[in-house]
Nanobody, 123 residues
């Protein structure tokens, strides 16, 4: 099983960035998918989650209204659209998959993790 995150980079505050996560080696439509992030010197925080079929999403309060998760099960991909970025959004972003209907916001509920992609937001 492999999750490959991409799309990170440097962006100015107020800008947008779209992250993608490509999955292989698993029946992707059977896995709920989450995004987490880890800022320098801090723990891994929940960003958001999307259900197996893409019908349900949920977000951390810190990104609600600015970030949107979507998925394409035909292409085995999940995306994180990030708008109105702030310097405090700077972090390594990870995608994760869980063989559960709704693993929630706890990292230990997820079975597979991508390698992370760095997002840097300058002020």
């Amino acid at each position: 099983v492999q999750l490959q995150a991409s799309g990170g980079g440097l962006v100015q505050a107020g800008g947008s960035l779209r992250l993608s996560c490509a999955a292989s080696g698993l029946t992707f439509s059977s896995y709920a998918t989450g995004w987490f992030r880890q800022a320098p010197g801090k723990g891994r925080d929940f960003v958001g989650i999307i259900s197996r079929d893409g019908a349900v999403t949920s977000y951390a309060d810190s990104v609600k209204g600015r970030f949107t998760i979507s998925r394409d099960n035909a292409k085995n991909t999940v995306s994180l659209q990030m708008n109105s970025l702030k310097p405090e959004d700077t972090a390594v972003y990870y995608c994760a998959a869980a063989y559960k209907f709704w693993p929630g916001s706890e990292a230990h509920e997820y079975d597979y993790w991508g390698q992370g992609t760095l997002v840097t937001v300058s002020s």
